[in-house]
């Protein structure tokens, strides 16, 4: 049985540590509308309070619900926010480029990524990141984009678990009940794109990571030859998202 209410004890008293460790008074969060970012920005106000700033970023592809939904959070929660469109930005990209919506969807990424480092300089605050275990371990997110933040609080929680979490912090209804999206084009869901439920993948990735089961004794327990080769290539593929960029070990020649 998991302890949320213990869960969010320690990741308050975590944010606060780390950010002081930092040498910050301030954080600075990308709320998108979408749970983990509300999940991110509830415990940052609950650590940080008024000096927990959360910056709304629509662009041309954003749904009109996603910022409502922010706003929502923003509202029920006294967190003071900005609204930064980088729809000029997205705009000036789609000039020299064909409609290839990965493309677009990580470049998004990357200018909300920027403008929260922009915003993170100027007030002098850390940005604090919203990737959940689920997306770290699959690679679902946008290198230098989305992924980028100083410090992480639920990079240990696996999407399907994180639901009954965001209850407990009272996140709103409207976003509890909506299909996780990274909002980067007109209708896209995670789980279209993953092909499986998060609770499916989650079911997996807990047997396959946490309890490091064999392909053998995952077929025994039922899962598919082709869904288990898919998960672990995937991770594998991406494992590099991971990790810092190599560099090249000069040693005997300097
Ligand atoms: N969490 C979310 O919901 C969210 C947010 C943004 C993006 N996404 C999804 O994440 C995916 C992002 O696409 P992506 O993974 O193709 O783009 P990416 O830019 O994150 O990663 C691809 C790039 O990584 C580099 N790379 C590839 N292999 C490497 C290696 N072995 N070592 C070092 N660098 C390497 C290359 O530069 C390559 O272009 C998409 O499916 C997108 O929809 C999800
Ligand atoms: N529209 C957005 N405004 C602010 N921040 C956003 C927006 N869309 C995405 N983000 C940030 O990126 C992460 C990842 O989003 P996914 O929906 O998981 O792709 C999100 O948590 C926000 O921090
Ligand atoms: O990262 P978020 O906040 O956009 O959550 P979701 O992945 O549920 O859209
Ligand atoms: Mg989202």
Redesign the pocket.
């Known amino acids: 049985m998991k302890d949320w209410k213990k869960v969010k004890q320690y990741l308050i008293s975590f944010l606060k540590d780390e950010v002081s460790k930092a040498g910050f008074e301030k954080v600075t969060v990308g709320l998108s509308g979408g749970l983990d970012s509300a999940v991110v920005a509830i415990l940052c106000k609950e650590a940080f309070g008024k000096n927990l700033n959360c910056v709304l970023m629509p662009s041309q592809f954003s749904s009109q619900s996603s910022i409502e939904h922010a706003i929502e959070v923003c509202e029920k929660f006294d967190i003071r926010y900005d609204i930064v469109s980088i729809e000029p930005m997205v705009s000036a990209f789609l000039k020299n480029m064909d409609n290839d919506k990965?493309r677009i969807?990580?470049f998004s990424?990357r200018m909300r990524m920027s403008v929260l480092y922009d915003i993170s300089f100027k007030e002098k605050s850390l940005v604090v990141g919203t990737?959940n275990k689920s997306?770290l371990l699959l690679?679902?997110?946008?290198?230098f984009?989305?992924i980028a933040c100083a410090i992480n609080p639920i990079g240990e929680i696996y999407k399907s678990d994180e639901f009954e979490f965001a209850k407990l912090l009272g996140v709103p209804e409207s976003i509890l009940t909506k299909a996780?999206?990274?909002d980067?084009w007109e209708g896209?869901s995670?789980e279209d794109?993953l092909g499986h439920t998060y609770k499916e993948i989650d079911d997996l990735l807990k047997l396959m990571v946490d309890d490091k089961k064999s392909k053998d004794e995952l077929l025994k327990l039922g899962f598919e030859a082709s869904f288990i080769d898919k998960i672990n290539n995937r991770m594998k593929a991406?494992a590099?998202?991971g990790k810092l960029p190599t560099i090249a070990k000069l040693g005997e020649y300097l």
Do not use: R, V
Request: hydrophobic share 25%.
């Open positions: 990965l969807g990580n990424a990737s997306e690679g679902y997110g946008t290198i984009g989305d996780p999206s990274a980067l896209q995670d794109e991406n590099f998202k």
